[in-house]
Nanobody
């Protein structure tokens, strides 16, 4: 069993920055891919960024490419999402997720552990 806890969300003006963190606890010794997803009201949950278990492979949605950076610290079981040049359309509930036993994934259904989410609101 794995628990994921997000932090770092909040309210920021357009053009500002936020850094999200995701702390994993529980059975963390296995290898796993990780990702950040987001869901705005009335919309589907979408993948924002993903990172392989080694940290060497990353994926970004076109809407955030060049503005967001995903990273992970395996020694401390923590993943991060640095978000720069934020836009009002980035407003959403951001979820941290882990795909246990999988080295790298951009497929939502392969992520089997989820955090409760942290709200990011970008004002214009």
């Amino acid at each position: 069993q794995v628990q994921l806890v997000e932090s770092g969300g909040g309210l920021v003006q357009a053009g500002g920055s936020l850094r999200l963190s995701c702390a994993a606890s529980g059975s963390t010794r296995s290898s796993y891919a990780m990702g950040w997803f987001r869901q705005a009201p009335g919309k589907e949950r979408d993948l924002v960024a993903a990172i392989s278990r080694s940290g060497y492979s990353t994926y970004y949605a076109d809407t955030v490419k060049g503005r967001f950076t995903i990273s992970r610290d395996n020694a401390n079981n923590t993943m991060y999402l640095q978000m720069n040049s934020l836009k009002p359309e980035d407003t959403a509930l951001y979820y941290c997720a882990a795909a246990w036993g999988i080295g790298y994934s951009t497929v939502l259904r392969e992520y089997n552990y989820w955090g409760q989410g942290t709200q990011v609101t970008v004002s214009s």
